[in-house]
């Protein structure tokens, strides 16, 4: 029995690999629930010695990704609570990475340079049932 499970384990992992490496040199469909990830971080307009919440222009930020939150476009998003600032936006599954590039530049945070960005490709390797 230990044999056989053994050898799944290198069967599906062989399988990964090879699935993965096609996916990622454009050979196969990519997996299910792929998102793109929009990592903010302070811009040249950002006041380090103001508040978070108080940050000039930080309200219309948050108002243009209520937009994609209340048309389901939006999983996740918010600010880190670090040192550093900035925060992040997880879309929903099915955007492009165009869609989500363009939705980012037109932050108006990002036009007054409160916010710069980066969008990431991601993933969802793990999810809870729920």
């Known amino acids: 029995m230990k044999s056989w499970r053994g050898w799944m384990s290198v069967w599906a992992l062989l ?3 090879t699935v993965g490496a096609a996916w990622a040199q454009g ?30 222009g930080l309200d219309k930020h948050i108002a243009h990704y209520r937009q994609w939150q209340q048309q389901g476009k939006l999983s996740l998003g ?14 929903e599954s099915g955007l492009t ?4 590039k363009a939705f980012a530049v037109a932050d108006p945070a990002v036009h007054s340079g409160l916010l710069t960005f980066e969008v ?11």
């Open 97 to 100: 990475e165009d869609e989500v």
């Open 78 to 91: 918010g600010p880190f609570m670090d040192s550093g600032f900035g925060g992040m936006m997880i879309s």
């Open 27 to 56: 050979d196969a469909r990519p997996p299910a629930d792929q998102r793109f990830v929009v990592f903010h971080k302070p811009g040249p307009a950002w006041q380090p010695q103001t508040p978070l919440f108080q940050q000039p």
């Open 120 to 130: 990431r490709r991601w993933l969802v390797g793990m999810k809870s049932g729920k």
């Open 15 to 17: 399988w990964l690999c």
